[in-house]
């Protein structure tokens, strides 16, 4: 099996492996880095293809972080590009404390990356080419609005690892906000029935969607569920929410995001009634 990704998640795997001592990374460079910031002027959409015009949405712009780090030749072994939301409408102090959090979620992933496996590994390779051609290690943070109406802003953060030699290793994170609060959502802010009775829906759709395909997920994936829901992750898009599964946790890491919808449509009594 491949190594957990070294990247942000939304459970237990925020930057597993990560962050490790910097005496253990001292033939690294990051003295010769280079951040740069650039705001791209295209408004984000919230995937909306329906042509309505959105009610209580929000402007976004993305503001970008590159960072390279360099062996001490000054040669380049890791490539860092982070990109991540800022919204325009920045005249209140929740939409100022949002864009900071955002801010605050680039910045970590720079300087978690910068000092962790990825980059030591980096080094280790371009130290084993010993002059001949090396591709640089890059590591991704990009993200997407997914929902942008009624006051709510659903946003996910998706990161991607390439090494050169092995299949990328990805994650996301995702990040529900209450516009008029501030507040990041919990499912049963979104939905109007108990925990148990969430747990039950998800444990009920992951079982059908395994024994549909279950050589694309572990033996043990169907009984294990009740334990992992703990690491079970969702955002909203225009159609429902989305319940989805980092990679290793109930599949390995070909099977991408095991992930469903539970639409609004279909399931108008149990969303909350600004989703109708």
């Known amino acids: 099996m491949k190594k957990a990704i070294c990247l942000i998640s939304v459970s237990m795997l925020i930057f597993t492996g990560c962050g490790k001592d910097n005496n253990e990374n001292n033939n690294i460079n990051n003295n010769t880095e280079m951040i740069t910031t650039e705001i791209t002027t295209q408004q984000e959409t919230n995937n909306n293809n329906s042509g309505e015009t959105l009610t209580d949405s929000y402007t976004i712009t993305?503001?970008?972080?590159?960072?390279?780090?360099?062996?001490?030749?000054?040669?380049?072994?890791?490539?860092?590009?982070?990109?991540?939301?800022?919204?325009?409408?920045?005249?209140?102090?929740?939409?100022?404390?949002?864009?900071k959090q955002f801010e605050?979620?680039?910045?970590?992933?720079?300087?978690?990356?910068?000092?962790?496996?990825t980059a030591k590994n980096a080094l280790a390779a371009y130290n084993a080419a010993n002059g001949n051609?090396?591709?640089?290690?890059?590591?991704?943070?990009?993200?997407?609005?997914?929902?942008?109406?009624n006051n709510i802003l659903s946003v996910v953060n998706n990161y991607i690892e390439e090494t050169?030699?092995?299949?990328?290793?990805?994650?996301?994170q995702a990040f529900t906000y209450d516009m008029k609060?501030?507040?990041?959502?919990?499912?049963?802010?979104?939905?109007?029935?108990?925990?148990?009775?969430?747990?039950?829906?998800?444990?009920?759709?992951?079982?059908?969607?395994?024994?549909?395909?279950?050589?694309?997920y572990y033996d043990d994936a169907v009984t294990t569920l009740s334990d992992n829901l703990e690491y079970l992750n969702y955002y909203l898009t225009d159609n429902g929410i989305v319940f989805y599964f980092q990679p290793y946790i109930i599949s390995p890491y070909?099977?991408?995001?095991?992930?469903?919808?539970?639409?609004?449509?279909?399931?108008?009594d149990i969303f909350q009634p600004v989703y109708h």
């Open 164 to 172: 050169g030699n092995d299949l990328p290793e990805y994650s996301k």
């Open 254 to 268: 070909e099977t991408s995001y095991p992930q469903f919808t539970l639409t609004y449509n279909d399931n108008p």
């Open 62 to 99: 993305s503001l970008t972080n590159n960072s390279d780090v360099t062996a001490e030749d000054g040669s380049v072994i890791l490539k860092l590009a982070s990109s991540y939301p800022a919204i325009t409408e920045n005249d209140s102090e929740i939409v100022s404390n949002i864009n």
């Open 104 to 117: 605050e979620k680039s910045k970590e992933f720079i300087e978690e990356s910068k000092n962790g496996e």
């Open 181 to 216: 609060t501030g507040n990041m959502l919990a499912i049963t802010d979104i939905l109007n029935i108990s925990e148990e009775e969430i747990n039950n829906i998800v444990t009920e759709n992951f079982t059908n969607i395994i024994n549909a395909s279950p050589e694309a």
């Open 133 to 149: 051609t090396f591709s640089p290690f890059t590591m991704q943070q990009s993200y997407e609005v997914t929902y942008n109406k």
